[in-house]
C-alpha cells in the first residue's frame, strides 16, 4: 500500500493497489472455481486454456501475462497471453506431472508498443520526429534494462532514431521505417518496464491428476462370489482368476465392495432381512469383527499376501485394484469399545445405528463427526487411507461421502494427495446436486451421477449438457454406471437386451468415465425384490451368488466392443467437446465428440425405443467435423463396421433395437476419388 506519509491528510487512499500509477486492470481469470477457493482440475498433458479480461485506461497497449508453477517450485513460468477481442486476452499452458499448481495473470502499460502503436498512425512530419525522439528515450531505457548483445544493439538503435530525429536531410519515411523495424522491436519487448504491473487478486490452484482420473472404465464386483463353484466362498486368488476375462472385456479399474471382516452383530439376512440363517454372509458395508475393522481382510477371502498378489497381477495388466471406503461400523467392530466417544449414543444406552426413515440400518453405526475427540477420529480415519496405499492400492471409491464432514473429507483427500498425487477418489454420492458439488470442489477426483434416473432423449440432453458447462466442468468429473448393486432401474427390469446394449452404449459414449457392477449386468439380470422396487432380488449384497464366468457370456462380446472403441478413440476420452446433434425422431439421440485437436470426430445415434425400428433424420453440418461442403465423407460404423458415404447436412438414419440399438461412428474426412488420379487435370 501507498505510505500515508506521502500524501496530504485529505488525499485518496487507493484501494488494493500497491501503487496508485498502476493503469492496468486484470478484471477476471477464467477458470476459476468459487474465486479461488477451490481448484481446477485437468490431467496430465491436458492443456489449460486461460482466459483474462485485461485493460486500461485511454488507448495505451497493455501487456498481459500468463504465470504459472507448481507448488513447492520456486520456478515460475510466463507465458504471454494474446488478444483476442473485447479485451480478453488468451494463453494455454500444458502441467507436465501430477501434483498441485497456481496460476495467475499480471499486466502493465507497456509504453514501447503504445509509442509503436500510435506512431503506425501519424503521418505528419514532424509528429513523426517528436516521436522518434520519444521512442529514442523508450528504447534508451529498455537498453539500461538487460546487458551484453542485447544492450548494445538497443542502445545503437536508441541513437539513431535520435540521430534521425535531429537530422532535417533524413527521409521522414525511412525514419519512420528505422522506429518500426520488427526485429530491433523483438529484442525490445524482452526487455519491458514493469515496475507498475498489476497483479490478479487470486492465485488459482490447480489439482493435475493421473490420465485414469479423466478416462476410466470401471468394473464392480463382489470377490465372495468369484468362485466357480456353486455355493463356496470366493477369494482373492478366485478373483485374480477372473483378471483376464476382466482385461479382455476392455476394462481398466476393478472395483470391489468392501473386504473387511463383516459384523455378527444385527447381520442381515438375504434380501435384507432382520432374522439371517446360519451360514449367511451379511453385508459386506457392516464392517468390523472380532478379527479386525478396516484395516483387517475378511478370513474367507484371504491373506493379505493373497491381496498384494491380486493388486500387483492387476497391474501388469494395466488394471487398478479400486477399494471401497465405508466410513462406518458393524455393532462389534473394535473401534465401538475402544472409541465411544466416536458414535452417537441414544439415551437408552444404545449406539444410534444408521436411518434413512423408512429404511433402517440396524447393522450399522455412522461415526459422529462432532465428537470431542475429532481429531483422534481425523487421524484414524485418514491412517485407514494410508494403510491400502502401503499395500498398492491407489483408487477409493467413497460410499456415502455425504453423510460425512465436509471439512474432513477436504483435509483428509488433500493431505492424502499431497503424499501421493496419482491417488484416486471416487464419490458414491446419490444426493442433492449441489451437495454433489461440493464434495467434487473438496477434492473428490470423480462423481457418480443421475445417468441411471435419465432414460428420455430430453432428460438425456438436458442433463449431460449441464455436466459440461461451466464452472462445474472445471472441477466435476462426471462417472456414469447404467446399474449398481443398489440400483436396479425399472428400465432394465424387463430384461430386454436391447435396453441393456442401448444403455451402456449411452453410458459409454456420453461419458469419459463409466462403469458397471457385473456380472449382473452382462448377464441381464433384471429381477426386482419387489413392485416398485429398485434393488435386486437374491442380492449379493447379503448372500453369494454363482455367476457364468465365461467369456462369450451374455453381453461380454458387446461390451469388449465398445470399450476396444473408447480405447482406439479419443474423442470418447474427454467430456467437454459433447455436443447434441438435431435429429427429427424423439426415439432417436444423437451427438458428437471431438479429440482434443478437432482433427477426430465419433458421432453416436443410440435409438431409446427397444421394441421398434426408428428412422430419422440427422443434421450433421459438414463445418462442424471440417469438410467442405461439396465434398462427400465416410462414416464408419465401429459397432458393425459398415461403413456410409455420406454429403451434404442431412443424413438417414435407421436402427432396428434388436439387430443393433446403436451407431457409433467415426468420420473419415478424406475418401478418395476421380480427383487422386494422376491424369485428374
Request: proline share 7%.
Amino acid at each position: 500500500m501507498i505510505s500515508k506519509l506521502l500524501l496530504r491528510d485529505d488525499a485518496p487512499v487507493p484501494v488494493d493497489v500497491v501503487d496508485g500509477r498502476s493503469r492496468a486492470v486484470v478484471d477476471a481469470v477464467l477458470p476459476i472455481v468459487d474465486g479461488g477457493r477451490f481448484a481446477v482440475k485437468r490431467t496430465v498433458g491436458e492443456s489449460v486454456h486461460v482466459t483474462a479480461h485485461v485493460f486500461t485506461d485511454g488507448h495505451d497497449v497493455p501487456r498481459v501475462m500468463l504465470q504459472w508453477w507448481k507448488e513447492g517450485d520456486e520456478r515460475c513460468h510466463e507465458v504471454a497471453m494474446k488478444l483476442r477481442y473485447n479485451d480478453e486476452w488468451l494463453a494455454d499452458f500444458t502441467p507436465p506431472v501430477m501434483g498441485r499448481y497456481r496460476y495467475t495473470v499480471v499486466a502493465w502499460v507497456d509504453a514501447f508498443e503504445s509509442w509503436r502503436h500510435e506512431l503506425v498512425r501519424r503521418v505528419d512530419a514532424d509528429d513523426i520526429r517528436i516521436a522518434a525522439r520519444t521512442g529514442a528515450i523508450e528504447i534508451a531505457a529498455a537498453a539500461e534494462r538487460t546487458k551484453g548483445d542485447d544492450r548494445e544493439t538497443l542502445a545503437h538503435w536508441a541513437r539513431s532514431l535520435e540521430d534521425g530525429a535531429n537530422d532535417s536531410a533524413m527521409d521522414v519515411a525511412a525514419l519512420k521505417a528505422l522506429a518500426l523495424d520488427e526485429e530491433f522491436a523483438a529484442i525490445a519487448e524482452r526487455h519491458p518496464d514493469r515496475h507498475l504491473e498489476s497483479r490478479f487478486a487470486a492465485e488459482i490452484p490447480l489439482v493435475v491428476d493421473r490420465e485414469r482420473a479423466r478416462f476410466s472404465t470401471w468394473y464392480e464386483l463382489f470377490p465372495r462370489s468369484a468362485s466357480s463353484t456353486p455355493g463356496a466362498h470366493g477369494t482373492f486368488r478366485d478373483v485374480e482368476e477372473r483378471l483376464p476375462l476382466i482385461a479382455s472385456m476392455g476394462f481398466d479399474v476393478l472395483y470391489m465392495p468392501p473386504i473387511h471382516p463383516v459384523g455378527r452383530v444385527q447381520r442381515k439376512g438375504r434380501n435384507n432381512t432382520l432374522t439371517p440363517e446360519p451360514g449367511d454372509v451379511g453385508s459386506p458395508w457392516a464392517i468390523g469383527a472380532a478379527e479386525g475393522g478396516h484395516k483387517a481382510l475378511l478370513p474367507e477371502l484371504g491373506t493379505p499376501e493373497d491381496f498384494r498378489r491380486l493388486v500387483a497381477a492387476a497391474s501388469r495388466m494395466g488394471i487398478d485394484i479400486a477399494m471401497d471406503i465405508a466410513f462406518q461400523c458393524a455393532p462389534d467392530h473394535p473401534y465401538v469399545k475402544e472409541h465411544p466417544t466416536w458414535f452417537r449414543w441414544r439415551p437408552d444406552g444404545t449406539v444410534q445405528y444408521a436411518e434413512n426413515p423408512p429404511k433402517k440400518y440396524q447393522d450399522i453405526y455412522p461415526f459422529h463427526f462432532e465428537s470431542p475427540d475429532w481429531q483422534g477420529l481425523w487421524s484414524e480415519l485418514k491412517s485407514v487411507f494410508d494403510h491400502w496405499i502401503a499395500q498398492g492400492v491407489t483408487v477409493f471409491r467413497v460410499d456415502n461421502p455425504h453423510t460425512k464432514s465436509f471439512a474432513f473429507w477436504e483435509w483428509v483427500i488433500t493431505e492424502v494427495k499431497r503424499e501421493h498425487p496419482e491417488a484416486i477418489f471416487l464419490a458414491e454420492a446419490f444426493t442433492r446436486p449441489k451437495v454433489m458439488h461440493r464434495l467434487a470442489k473438496l477434492g473428490y477426483t470423480q462423481s457418480y451421477t443421475y445417468f441411471t434416473w435419465r432414460n428420455s432423449k430430453e432428460e438425456l440432453t438436458e442433463y449431460f449438457t449441464q455436466l459440461n458447462e461451466a464452472p462445474g466442468r472445471e472441477y466435476f468429473r462426471p462417472n456414469v454406471w447404467p446399474n449398481t448393486p443398489d440400483i436396479l432401474h425399472a428400465a432394465l427390469q424387463t430384461g430386454e437386451e436391447p435396453v441393456f446394449r442401448a444403455r451402456l452404449v449411452l453410458a459409454a459414449t456420453l461419458a469419459a468415465n463409466y462403469g458397471m457392477y457385473g456380472p449382473a449386468y452382462e448377464l441381464l439380470e433384471h429381477l426386482p425384490r419387489g413392485p416398485s422396487s429398485e434393488e435386486y432380488l437374491d442380492s449379493e449384497k447379503y448372500q453369494l451368488r454363482h455367476w457364468d464366468w465365461s467369456a462369450e457370456a451374455g453381453l461380454r462380446p458387446f461390451i469388449a466392443r465398445i470399450n476396444q472403441i473408447r480405447r482406439a478413440n479419443d474423442a470418447l476420452q474427454y467430456d467437454h467437446s459433447l455436443r447434441f446433434l438435431d435429429i427429427g425422431n424423439d426415439h432417436l439421440i444423437a451427438y458428437m465428440k471431438t479429440s482434443p485437436d478437432e482433427s477426430r470426430a465419433v458421432v453416436t445415434v443410440v435409438n431409446l425405443d427397444p421394441h421398434n425400428t426408428q428412422i430419422g433424420w440427422l443434421h450433421l453440418d459438414p463445418d462442424l467435423i471440417g469438410v467442405p461442403r461439396d465434398r462427400t465423407f465416410q462414416m464408419h460404423d465401429l459397432l458393425t463396421d459398415q461403413r456410409f458415404v455420406w454429403s451434404g447436412t442431412h443424413h438417414y438414419i435407421e436402427l432396428d433395437p434388436h439387430r443393433m440399438p446403436a451407431h457409433v461412428m467415426a468420420v473419415r474426412r478424406r475418401l478418395r476419388d476421380e480427383r487422386d488420379f494422376d491424369y485428374y487435370a
